[in-house]
């Protein structure tokens, strides 16, 4: 099976997880404010760390659609939407190319940003590649043993604002760590769905994931937790001075309407569908959320 045969570019982008994808734009995005609001904000750098982030989500969304096919997660039985190899529509011999393709092009874009920050980031982007992979491969896949809801905040979250944030300051302020531990826990919530929906045959392959270990109501509880983390994140900062008071309220209010009433989806969702659209609420309200989060640090950063 060719990849010009049988693999449009719709498939490739169905492949991609675009619903996903906010949750590699949203830390690039309000790391990026902050450093706009402390005075060292770069486009330059911003932009090779928005295409980095993307880059790794996408590697590692091509990672998981080949290793779960491989490993026997990705079945007849899925209820979630329908995974390109799995579904004979890219050959897995192909997918897998494009994964490390994909990694390859992560890991020399990343390379543009040595000079903003040094060889310490060639450690970063290394990791990251390698997690992705691991991710679900490897000899011990992440996700296969519960750790998928650590990568996404450490990586999406505490890495990639971190990160974002010190090619473009030079150093890592404790605002910049306050915000990755509230768009990361957001960024989890992602995972949390997913892997609700995916419950049954997550356990039928081996996929020792958290609802999994702990079920459906655990995963309620975590799903609300990341919420709060985040409003958490944002009073926080408004403390520090860094959100306007209105803003900080809107914000905050926001904030909590949306939290439960997706817990109130997820605990009513009776069909994968329903899930599914969830997922994509979800992922939605992680890039708002980053949007609105922005807005608010270039706003106070001009009326201070």
Known sequence: MSLGSRAGSSVWWEAARPRTLPAAVAPVLVASALAWRDGGFQISAALICLAFSLLIQIGTNFANDYYDFVKGADTVERV????AVAAGLIA????????IGVFVVAFLVGLALL????????????TSIVC???YTGGPYPLAYHGWGDVFVFVFFGLVAVTTTYFVQCGSISEEAWVMGVGIGALATNILVVNNYRDIETDRKAGKRTLVVRWGRGFAQIQFIFAHL???????????????GDGGTAALSIFLLIVALFQLMKLRR????????????????HVALTAVF???ALVWSGQVR
């Open 269 to 284: 969702s009776e069909s994968a569908l329903e899930l599914i659209a969830l997922l994509g609420s979800t992922g939605r």
């Open 80 to 83: 979630g939407p329908r995974r």
């Open 92 to 99: 897995p011999l192909v997918m897998r190319r494009a994964m």
């Open 293 to 295: 989060m922005a807005v």
């Open 132 to 134: 992705g992979v691991l």
């Open 229 to 243: 983390l985040t409003i958490l994140s944002v009073v926080l900062l408004w403390q520090r001075g860094y959100l």
């Open 115 to 126: 000079p903003f920050g040094g060889w310490p980031l060639l450690i970063v982007g290394v």
